[in-house]
């Protein structure tokens, strides 16, 4: 069956990094678009980023574009976002998301906080 998860979340200062990781299974990974979303304490959840399935084409959210890069190791079917600069703002919790099936991973935490 298919499962996602992610991990490389934790605690890190305003203008720090972190690198979050979503491990595929159960499917056939560089086939299908992949998503990366957040949802912050008391908000929605929102979309993030996508790295599309064939081309591996990324697709970035505006408030997150030229801080976060989004890629993937197809031999190890794991999708990775990269988040540099973090600020407040980007604190949440993040979800890895395949879109075709809805399928979803449990999240990880990412606090950013002085």
């Known amino acids: 069956q298919v499962q996602l998860v992610e991990s490389g979340g934790g605690f890190v200062q305003p203008g720090g990094s972190l690198r979050l990781s979503c491990s595929a299974s159960?499917?056939?990974?560089?086939?299908?678009?992949m998503n990366w979303y957040r949802q912050a304490p008391g908000k929605e959840r929102v979309w993030v980023a996508q790295i599309e399935g064939v081309t591996g084409k990324p697709t970035y959210a505006d408030s997150v574009k030229g801080r976060f890069t989004i890629s993937r190791d197809v031999a190890k079917s794991t999708v990775y976002l990269q988040m540099k600069n973090l600020e407040a703002e980007d604190m949440a919790v993040y979800y890895c998301?395949?879109?075709?099936?809805?399928?979803w991973g449990q999240g990880t935490q990412v606090t950013v906080s002085s």
């Open positions: 998301n395949r879109p075709t099936g809805d399928y």
């Open positions: 159960g499917f056939t990974f560089y086939t299908y678009d």
